[in-house]
């Protein structure tokens, strides 16, 4: 088997490429055809690697695409998740080469979705299929689960996972859709963070004022904005909302101690990133403020003037998205309402205010103890040659949280990609060599897995 993934692995470069052309942004109306494209090129994907009932469920979204191959009496059942979507391409003119126009270059291939996440769940597509062609069966029973809204929060497989909990019945869940902790490191994470994502809009006067004639006299809604957003954290870093932090479980000794023992450098990252030094919340490592502390960021905020020159001018309207990445306990609704609340108790009666959840997703831990996780370490390590470490995730992936409780199956994040992948951002590759590496994980876990 591992000379078919040898002998074919041009090949499935071509067809990696293929996938990448396809303009599948979940945000955006205007791609609503490519992700009926898209989907069915997942669809044609399963059925050529032999799984069977492949079904493409539209829904009120994007479509939901499935397909088994359940033969192996006896054995357990893998379900492995994936989504095809992917994250806008702006700035655009910060691409080196057009996003969904994929090269190879420096042994990466560049292309939105290089490796979030179409590039990483590729290697669990070509594993099936180097045993389905060279043995003919699978060790172990699968089903391939492959969305489409994972970007914009998994809204219709929300709804998609209850009714159809028998369909997607499995003993564990496999998926690679995080980073390895470094290089050429096996790696398999154990805990992702939640999410709750807000919106403030703040509305002043009835239209936008001239700033002399009034300026002084009426609330301008930008400064307002600012004071809010001021008020959202202290000078040490920690989140000034009531109640924040009440469901968040503390991190243990042993954790605290194993996160230190990680070969992990400050100065590296913060030299990576351009920045003079990182800033956190006081008393936690990097580490622990990334995988076990939650935070808040404002990820856009507009209003008023913005282009060149000036105009002296008092807006009307000033708004910004701001997000929370949640830890263990914290519930996304709950902490979406203490935020507003919060939010309203210190905005000024002279503005009108307009808060809303776009969405959320819970956060994850999952147990270390599972076959599953034996299985998958060991096979990460034959196929790294080398020992796998174990890791939490600052992003978030919020249905498998969903998949651990509705389904009762255990997570496996068995990542490939790394965190320089500039995921989200322009330039976004994936490692030739790490997709290699996780078409090897997904082929030995299979056989690991059947073992036990
Ligand atoms: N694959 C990422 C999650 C991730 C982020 C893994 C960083 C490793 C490093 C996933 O596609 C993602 O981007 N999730 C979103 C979820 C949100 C849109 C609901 C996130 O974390 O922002
Ligand atoms: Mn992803
Ligand atoms: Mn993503």
Redesign the pocket.
């Known amino acids: 088997m591992i000379n078919y993934l040898n002998s074919n692995f041009e090949n499935y470069i071509e067809e990696l490429k293929d996938f990448l052309r396809i303009k599948s942004i979940s945000s955006k109306e205007e791609h609503k055809d490519d992700m009926i494209n898209c989907a069915n090129n997942v669809a044609d994907k399963m059925r050529n690697i032999g799984l069977e009932n492949v079904n493409v469920f539209q829904t009120e979204g994007h479509p939901i695409v499935y397909g088994d191959w359940l033969h192996a009496k006896g054995k357990p059942t893998v379900l492995v998740y994936g989504?095809y979507d992917v994250q806008p391409v702006d700035p655009l003119d910060l691409w080196d080469n057009p996003p969904f126009d994929p090269i190879i270059k420096d042994g990466k291939i560049w292309a939105r979705g290089a490796n979030?996440?179409k590039g990483q769940m590729f290697g669990h597509f070509k594993s099936v299929e180097a045993f389905m062609k060279v043995k003919g069966e699978l060790p172990v029973n699968i089903k391939f689960l492959i969305e489409g809204e994972?970007e914009i929060g998994s809204p219709s497989l929300t709804k998609f996972l209850p009714k159809n909990k028998d369909l997607l019945k499995a003993d564990c869940v496999l998926i690679s859709?995080t980073s390895m902790f470094a290089p050429d490191t096996p790696t398999i994470t154990y805990g992702l963070r939640g999410l709750t994502y807000m919106e403030i809009e703040v509305t002043g006067p009835n239209r936008d004022l001239h700033s002399g004639s009034f300026g002084g006299a009426v609330a301008n809604p930008i400064n307002e904005l600012a004071k809010i957003i001021s008020q959202l954290q202290d000078k040490r870093g920690k989140i000034k909302i009531p109640n924040f932090y009440d469901d968040v479980v503390k991190l243990t000794k042993k954790e605290r101690d194993n996160f230190r023992k990680l070969k992990y450098s400050d100065k590296q990252l913060a030299q990576e990133l351009g920045v003079k030094q990182l800033q956190g919340e006081e008393g936690y490592i990097t580490l622990e403020r990334l995988w076990a502390r939650p935070t808040l960021d404002c990820n856009g905020i507009v209003g008023g003037y913005t282009e060149k020159g000036a105009k002296t001018v008092l807006p009307s309207k000033a708004s910004a998205k701001i997000s929370m990445r949640l830890v263990p306990n914290q519930d996304p609704k709950n902490i979406a309402k203490l935020f507003e609340k919060y939010v309203r108790s210190i905005a000024p009666k002279s503005i009108q205010l307009n808060v809303s959840d776009l969405h959320g997703g819970s956060p994850l831990l999952s147990p270390l103890t599972d076959k599953a996780v034996i299985a998958a370490a060991k096979a990460t390590e034959k196929a790294f040659g080398k020992k796998t470490v174990y890791t939490r995730e600052g992003g978030s992936?919020p249905i498998v949280v969903e998949f651990m409780k509705q389904l009762k199956a255990t997570p496996i994040l068995m990542g490939m990609g790394l965190d320089t992948d500039n995921i989200h951002s322009p330039n976004e590759h994936f490692l030739l060599k790490n997709l290699k590496y996780g078409m090897l994980s997904s082929l030995y876990f299979l056989e690991e897995y059947s073992k036990i």
């Open positions: 989504h979030d996440d994972e859709d992936i």
